[in-house]
């Protein structure tokens, strides 16, 4: 059982209480899950404290509750299994790093997908309940094997290989030791699917720097070579058009030309688009919004994708609230970056394919 708090058990849960549907309902399947039982559920955890989290290398369905009668070192704010206590979101408190790998089901299919929101950084909890039960849902529905995790230790080569697709959703901070990082690259390069979702992007790092946290920039391939570029500061949430650059591309099925929806539009440091290799596959319009100071100008991306040796990599800006991963349009762009990432993984990676 991953640690991913409330809404990944009932995800975890799905194979067993219901049968993948065809493709036709599939959206519908996942919407309605996730308006009926995830985004309430990731509410009810952002609003209750949670017992105290054992140390990472303890069984992580044993943990245990608080004892109210020997005093607490920090404020009950730090409690939870979130480490934000109360709060809906926020800077993580006590960020460590993990070295027992979890354990994986036993019945665990190999060739699935490795769904990882491992925060050092900044989280928000509510998103990340959402996302996780999303992405969870998507693969029930297609019969993917998943595995919902926040333990770095995961990325080790014996547990890697049994993935075809490792998604990094709103990861935060500095989350692996250097073994694991050696380990991670060393699986994409080798042919494996990267899928990034939006805090994946990396954090501002004057941000982390100035909280005493750690950020992904920290580790400078993950930003330079896996993702293309950093993430520096962000608008305020408000509506937006995205424009769909790369209409033939699998990634876009389904999805509108001019793509009208809210969101909180991340800016970065530099366009990837100026990088060999790197395929745009939609930007926003900053007259269609006010970004204040997280313009781009002209060329402001959202999604893009490249290869990284023989693998896969597509990053996404999209999907701050918890209650967009609610949205069809939004499941179906899930939907199709994982099918995609799966059906490429293991092929071998050309700059030039759709």
Known sequence: MSKAGHAAPVALHLAKAFPPHKSGSRLRFVRNFLLCFALPLSVISAQ??????????????????????????????????????????????????????????ADLIPGGVLIFAKTLGYRDEPAIQASNAALAAIAHEHGWPYFITENGAVMNPGQLAKFKLVIWNNASGDPLNDEQKAAFKAWIEAGGSFLGIHGAGGDPVREQARNGHSSLADWKWYIDDLIGAQFIVHSTIQPGDIHI??????????????????EEWYSFDSSPRGKLGFHIVATVDEKSYAPGSATMGTDHPLIWWHCVGQGHAVYSALGHAGSFYAEPLMIQFLDNAMSWGLAESGKGCRASKP
């Open 245 to 262: 650059e790369d209409h033939r591309s699998a990634l876009t099925k389904g999805l509108p030309l001019n793509w009208h929806r809210t």
């Open 48 to 105: 209750t404290p949670q017992p105290t989290p054992q140390p990472s290398g303890q069984s992580q369905q044993q943990i245990q509750p608080a004892q109210p009668n020997q005093p607490s070192p920090r404020p009950p704010r730090n409690w939870g299994p979130n480490g934000l206590g109360n709060a809906a979101s926020g800077l993580v408190m006590n960020p460590t790093q993990d070295t027992v790998p979890p354990q994986l089901p």
